[in-house]
């Protein structure tokens, strides 16, 4: 495996379940 690639797949694993936290905070919100 590319070292890139690698990254990409740790900042996947890191971004998804917060962008998928920060958009069900402001669901809650409304």
């Not at 971004?15 to 905070?25: D, F, S």
Request: proline content about 7%; overall charge positive.
């Amino acid at each position: 495996m590319k070292p890139l690639n690698a990254f990409k797949k740790w900042l996947l694993n890191i971004l998804v379940p917060y962008i998928e936290g920060t958009n069900k905070k402001k669901e809650d919100k409304k």
